[in-house]
């Protein structure tokens, strides 16, 4: 009897072990200067309709025992799909008056990841960058050749006037007469350029991802920065500046001034203070966002996840359109600097 009682006391497993991993999501459409007297009552409840359906759309995945991949893909899609936001239909116009579209996707599982940069016709950009990780041998592709790909993976390239939109034509042509009038006073482009008011050089969309297997994920994607040239791009499809996800520390997505982002490494500094220094994913990105970042003009704001559901989203602009849910947290949706 001992020693079935013996047998019985090594197989006996705590309750707690079967407890189930926390499941986390949470997006962002942009930040930058955003606040409430530029809003009718009509716009500011449309944008929270849009982030409430984006981040319920990833959870339901979630909920149902999908994998992270998956729900930060269809929270990304809602965004694309929205003319609200600055991905996908809701593209900024370049300075000749076309769209070019980024993104990236990363898993925390591997650190596998895929981008695509500078494409006009395909219409949802985070679905390319997925299939860029999962059926190509390249991390990042770009512009034609990244068509090229998409069309022998069975992509429908559509017309690039898909992504028109009146809204974001009215900010090209005050963007260019901005330009002109700097142009005409500095004679140089570049400092025209810096020139222009920061709304100008922000707006993405993203999401980062906790599932019940315990995998984070994150995702990033933008129709880049109004009056664009050169072929620019910015750190959304980027790997370890504008996305960045690893299940030993964390899952990051940024929007902001992508020159900053690149050139701090924003998504992977934050992880990295998290796996080095042991800091919370809180800590980390504030320091990253507030002390890093904006004293060297640097404009933006993250979302982040940890392997423990933990959820931050740190900004330093007057807003950011955000949105969250946990299994240990209820739907939240913000856009302003005081919710």
Do not use: W
Not at 9 to 34: D, K, V
Not at 227 to 248: E, L
């Amino acid at each position: 009897m001992k020693k079935i009682i013996g047998v019985l006391c090594t197989l006996f497993i705590p309750l707690s072990a079967f407890a189930q991993t926390p499941i986390a999501i949470a997006i962002h459409g942009g930040a930058g200067t955003i606040e409430r007297a530029k809003f009718t009552e009509e716009q500011e409840l449309a944008y929270r309709k849009t982030l409430t359906q984006a981040v319920e759309k990833g959870y339901q995945i979630l909920a149902a025992g999908g994998e992270s991949l998956d729900a930060i893909s269809a929270s990304i899609m809602v965004l694309e799909e929205s003319p609200y936001f600055n991905a996908g239909k809701g593209a900024v116009y370049t300075f000749d008056g076309e769209h070019e579209l980024d993104a990236s996707i990363m898993d925390g599982r591997t650190r596998e990841a895929g981008a695509v940069a500078g494409v006009k016709h395909i219409e949802h950009p985070i679905q390319l960058a997925r299939k860029i990780m999962t059926d190509s041998v390249h991390v990042m592709l770009s512009g034609e050749g990244a068509e090229q790909f998409a069309k022998a993976q069975g992509f429908e390239l559509i017309d690039n006037k898909v992504f028109d939109t009146e809204s974001r034509y009215k900010s090209l042509l005050r963007a260019k007469e901005s330009l002109e009038k700097a142009q005409s006073d500095v004679k140089s482009y570049q400092a025209a350029h810096q020139a222009l008011p920061i709304a100008y050089k922000m707006g993405t969309v993203g999401a980062v991802a906790l599932d019940k297997f315990g995998n984070l994920a994150a995702g990033t994607s933008t129709g880049g920065m109004t009056a664009k040239r050169f072929g620019r791009i910015g750190d959304s499809p980027v790997i370890g500046a504008g996305t960045f996800a690893d299940n030993h520390s964390c899952a990051v997505s940024a929007t902001g001034h992508g020159e900053y982002f690149i050139r701090y490494s924003v998504a992977s500094d934050i992880c990295a203070r998290v796996a080095y220094q042991k800091k919370s994913i809180n800590q980390a990105g504030n320091e990253v966002i507030h002390d890093v970042l904006a004293p060297i003009g640097g404009t933006g704001g993250v979302i982040i996840v940890d392997p423990q559901g933990n959820i931050s989203m740190p900004f330093n602009t007057p807003g950011m359109y955000r949105a969250s849910k946990s299994s240990q947290s209820p739907t939240y949706v913000a856009i302003f600097k005081d919710e």
